[in-house]
């Protein structure tokens, strides 16, 4: 029988550094009242300049490794769900695999914006669920603060930075990721997008003076078709594991707006109890805000082993989707898991493959003049 996939792990990190609505008012014309009516946030986190994707992704995934008593070396696949990457290529994961030392795992990014952090849950659990790989590194991870204009005030009062992380591992019992959803409608790309710095618009004087390399975003429009399909993807997700709305413990929206998450469960008949919402504190931290609000619930006590919770988010693409899981925990028997040790021991070992690689240039180098 194909093994189920179980979170066995979870971490976040967010930046020290707070942006309150206040804060925002004096580099644009907006106003606390104004961002709280609409959206529900009070506050974001914003990077520092020694802070990256890369880095938030790091500390959130050995948090989620120290919780499964997982060690790096152990992981088999890394996927990063991110719109902000460090760079187009290499991908942020394969920096993430570097710096935690997880020797053994291939790594690749995934863009799916906002829902990235469904897809990529999805298909780590799917990569369980064929039986090609044991341990699974899942992580969403945004410094959406590098990528928004700040004179903008349709969009800069509304994202922050963050990581989450998962660490699933495979097993037989029928609990995990039991149902997911995953949906696009490429018509609306021009809704939400970043418009320069791809192969379709390179980088260009012109580029920037037009102020292309920054989030354009159709508000209302996206607003309407978040509240239209979170409900589909929740009925969905139901479903197709074979459960019924009364069945669910507790969802956890994608945390874009108070009143797209309200509109939704209005139409789905579930009451603001049985939901997670933490967006008043962080904004809308794009494919970091589901395990961001997971790691919350878990903290606060509000998800529990053997609850049934559903992740459901929408985003730029446009995509949308959810995953219906049976919460767990850590396997029995987990050892401990030391970051600070791993961290600099995987420090030591890039530095040294580094070293071993300019060595190995040279004594071949050297070979084939003699040649
Ligand atoms: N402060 C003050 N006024 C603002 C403002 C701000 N930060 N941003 C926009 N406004 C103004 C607009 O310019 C507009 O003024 P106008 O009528 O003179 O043109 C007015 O407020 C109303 O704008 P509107 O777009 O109708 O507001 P809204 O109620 O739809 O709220 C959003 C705007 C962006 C909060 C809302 O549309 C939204 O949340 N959309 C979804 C966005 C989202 O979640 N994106 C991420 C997807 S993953």
């Not at 959206?39 to 994707?53: L, V, Y």
């Not at 009062?157 to 409608?185: E, I, K, N």
């Amino acid at each position: 029988m194909s093994p189920y996939a179980h979170i066995t792990g979870w971490g976040m990190a967010v930046p020290e550094r707070v942006m309150t609505n206040d804060d925002l008012a004096k580099l644009v014309d907006t106003s606390d009242e104004w961002i709280q009516s609409r959206t529900g946030i009070q506050q974001r986190h914003i990077a520092s300049d020694e802070e990256s994707t890369a880095s938030l992704a790091v500390q959130a995934s050995l948090n989620a490794l120290e919780v499964a008593g997982l060690h790096p070396n152990d992981l088999n696949l890394i996927i990063c769900s991110t719109s902000s990457p460090e760079h187009i290529f290499p991908a942020t994961a394969c920096l993430v695999q570097d710096r935690i030392g997880a020797t053994n795992a291939g790594a690749f990014d995934l863009l799916a914006a906002c829902t990235g952090f469904i897809f990529a849950l999805n298909m780590g659990a799917q990569a369980i669920r064929s039986g090609s790989v044991r341990n699974v590194l899942v992580i969403g991870a945004e410094t959406l603060s590098r990528l928004v204009d700040w004179t903008d005030r349709n969009t800069c009062v509304l994202f922050g930075d963050g990581a989450g992380a998962f660490v699933l591992q495979a097993g037989p019992q029928r609990s995990g990721v039991l149902s997911a959803v995953m949906r696009s409608d490429g018509s609306g790309g021009d809704l939400l997008n970043l418009p320069a710095g791809g192969s379709r618009l390179p980088a260009s004087e012109e580029t920037v003076k037009q102020r292309l390399h920054y989030i354009q975003m159709n508000g209302r429009e996206v607003f309407r078709f978040a509240t239209r399909v979170m409900a589909q993807a929740t009925e969905q997700v139901v479903q197709a594991a074979n459960l019924t709305l009364q069945d669910i413990d507790l969802i956890v929206p994608h945390q874009a707006n108070q009143r797209i998450i309200e509109a939704s469960l209005r139409s789905l008949k579930i009451s603001m109890d049985r939901c997670v919402i933490n967006l008043e504190r962080y904004g809308n931290t794009s494919t970091a805000s589901i395990p961001i609000a997971t790691c919350e619930a878990i903290q606060n006590g509000r998800l529990k082993a053997g609850d049934k919770v559903v992740f459901v988010g929408f985003g730029a693409g446009l995509t949308w989707g959810a995953a219906l899981v049976q919460w767990g925990g850590p396997f029995p028997g987990v050892r401990q898991v030391l970051p600070f040790r791993f961290r600099l021991y995987a420090r030591f070992r890039s530095l040294a493959r580094r070293i071993l690689r300019r060595l190995d240039a040279l004594v071949l180098g050297r070979y084939r003049e003699d040649l």
